[in-house]
């Protein structure tokens, strides 16, 4: 079984910063792309950031400038600085993690989500 789990989203005044964190744990073989997805109150989620295993980042246009991913392979963790932040950024923050687990009776490979963490930012 695969879990992911998020953590430091939280109240933030306008312009102030957090760090967002998500680490996979389980019976992970390896892990492909990851990445960030919000959704605000009464909207679609969206696509915040993503990094592939190699290193390749793609932003939405809304956060690009302030916002910063990055993963660390070897604690099978996916970051988010998020800078500047804005009312418009509040939402709630969920990774997610392409995912390969291998058992002696088989190779599976697909995609899983955390629960999510809620960012507000509001003065």
């Known amino acids: 079984q695969v879990q992911l789990v998020e953590s430091g989203g939280g109240l933030v005044q306008p312009g102030g910063s957090l760090r967002l964190s998500c680490a996979a744990s389980?019976?992970?073989?390896?892990?492909?792309?990851m990445g960030w997805y919000r959704q605000a109150p009464g909207k679609e989620r969206e696509l915040v950031a993503t990094i592939t295993n190699g290193g390749t980042i793609n932003y939405a246009d809304s956060v690009k400038g302030r916002f910063t991913i990055s993963r660390d392979n070897a604690k099978n963790t996916v970051y988010l600085q998020m800078n500047s932040l804005k009312p418009e950024d509040t939402a709630v923050y969920s990774c997610?993690?392409?995912?390969?687990?291998?058992?002696?009776?088989?190779?599976?490979?697909?995609?899983?989500w955390g629960k999510g963490t809620l960012v507000t930012v509001s003065s």
């Open positions: 389980g019976s992970i073989f390896s892990i492909n792309d």
């Open positions: 997610n993690a392409d995912i390969s687990t291998k058992t002696p009776w088989e190779f599976r490979r697909m995609g899983y």
